[in-house]
């Protein structure tokens, strides 16, 4: 079907944005791959459900390696890569040099809105299910926002669909903008409300634990990167959709999307690296204690852990230092951090 925009169709910006999309999401695919052999390097230890989830945004060709999965599975990231590459062949060598069809829209590029949807959904009930257990398990906190991920994926399914009756991205447009708009305002709700509700649990519970202020300091800084980086490019997609009505800026965006979330997963996971080694030496010396010993008119401060000293000026007096690192090990924010870092 072809276009009947009476809109000048900027080809750079159309053509242009489409394959860099394409060639940054392909990079981002690559990118999860390492991450994710990474994962099963470093923990193999890990729940069935975490194996299942991570391996559910990728691709299943670990089997032999890790026995997680039968190897026929064929997961979301693969899917997501060939769909925007089978759209770039449509666009570019089935309708070659047809100025009149450079708005319509392959049946492949629509199916890729559900398959941009779904990874977003299973990104999202991963952080949901932080939230629950470093909440102590509030469904009133967690049960909102997994609801308006499910919400996103039900108008993305819907948005397809148009997208497929449609045929084109004009027509479109003048239909159903505001579905296309409401599934990615969803989106971005969702990272708002998963990014500051993390934020602010990581913060209240950094008073509860001395000995873990350096990872929480980690979490708290990851949170605020991963969610702000998905969280700004669905909002500059959005944009782009709202604004720019004669290129596919905002579709080249589209096709990064899916990436970023199973990055942002990834990330998280992978990191617990660091903040099991960080977690595991902060363990090994939990107390810290120092004595000054008066000497005449200099004082020195002797740590207990060494035979280092420093002389300093004082008057006759002895003071004992001591503090002790303590949190409370019921507490389920508490927990749920040590056993995240462990």
Not at 51 to 57: C, N, P, R
Not at 80 to 104: A, N, P
Not at 283 to 298: E, L, Y
């Amino acid at each position: 079907m072809s276009s009947t925009s009476t809109t000048p169709i900027d080809i750079p910006k159309t053509y242009g944005a489409l394959l860099l999309g394409a060639l940054f999401a392909s990079f981002f695919s690559g990118v999860t791959t390492v991450q994710t052999i990474a994962y099963f390097k470093l923990f193999p230890k890990d729940s069935r459900y975490l194996k299942t989830l991570v391996i559910s945004v990728w691709y299943d060709n670990l089997h032999d390696s890790f026995n997680v999965l039968d190897p026929s599975f064929r997961t979301l990231d693969i899917v997501h890569s060939s769909l925007i590459w089978h759209g770039l062949w449509t666009w570019f060598i089935s309708q070659y040099g047809d100025k009149d069809s450079i708005m319509d829209i392959p049946l492949s590029a629509s199916v890729t809105v559900i398959f941009t949807a779904i990874p977003t959904l299973l990104v999202h009930s991963y952080y949901v299910q932080r939230i629950f257990r470093l909440s102590g398990r509030n469904y009133w906190l967690s049960s909102p926002i997994l609801f308006l991920a499910v919400c996103r994926v039900c108008s993305a399914c819907a948005c397809s669909a148009e997208m497929i009756r449609s045929g084109n991205f004009v027509t479109f447009r003048q239909n159903y903008q505001w579905l296309f708009s409401l599934g990615l305002a969803l989106s971005t709700a969702v990272d708002v409300l998963i990014t500051s509700i993390l934020f602010t649990l990581l913060w209240m519970s950094r008073s509860r634990s001395l000995s873990l202020h350096g990872v929480l300091d980690s979490l708290i800084l990851y949170t605020l990167e991963l969610g702000s980086l998905t969280g700004f490019t669905t909002i500059i997609a959005m944009i782009c959709w709202l604004a720019s009505k004669n290129n596919l800026i905002f579709l080249g965006l589209y096709f990064v999307i899916a990436k970023l979330y199973a990055n942002s997963m990834m990330a998280s996971l992978n990191m617990r690296e660091g903040l099991r080694r960080s977690h595991a030496k902060n363990a090994s010396n939990p107390h810290v204690k120092g004595k000054i010993h008066s000497n005449g008119s200099q004082k020195k401060l002797r740590g207990t852990s060494g035979e280092d000293s420093v002389e300093i000026p004082s008057h006759a007096v002895q003071v004992n230092v001591e503090r002790s690192i303590e949190y409370d090990d019921n507490h389920p924010i508490a927990k749920e951090i040590t056993r995240y870092a462990a």
